[in-house]
């Protein structure tokens, strides 16, 4: 065995103890989630989606499980594009800084 195969043994053992996995129930199903994030992270994750999901069918509650994941899946994209446009809007705001402070440095 070359150092270069302990190395990529190693990166190996390295990447799979990385992976959480965690039960979470979400709109009354019961998942396996299995992820970089730690399981406290894909816990809240978790409970986010099911109270969009909870809001959802408390507003409609003629909405199928199907429906209601769907739009909570929406809504949960449209958060991300604003979020994401406003995250562009700074960075372009923090850009002309930079450059200026370039310049007279």
């Not at 390295?14 to 730690?38: C, H, N, P, W």
């Not at 929406?74 to 372009?92: G, M, P, R, T, Y």
């Amino acid at each position: 065995m070359t150092k270069y195969d302990k190395i990529i043994d190693l990166v190996g053992v390295i990447m799979a103890e990385q992976v959480s996995r965690v039960e979470v129930e979400i709109f009354g199903e019961y998942y396996t989630l299995k992820g970089d994030l730690s399981p406290e992270e894909m816990l809240l994750l978790a409970q986010y989606v099911n109270r969009k999901m909870a809001q959802l069918a408390g507003r409609n509650s003629q909405l199928s499980r199907t429906q209601t994941a769907v739009l909570a899946a929406l809504n949960i994209a449209e958060e991300l594009q604003k979020l994401q446009e406003e995250h562009d809007i700074l960075v372009k705001m923090l850009e002309p800084e930079k450059k200026h402070k370039k310049t007279h440095e």
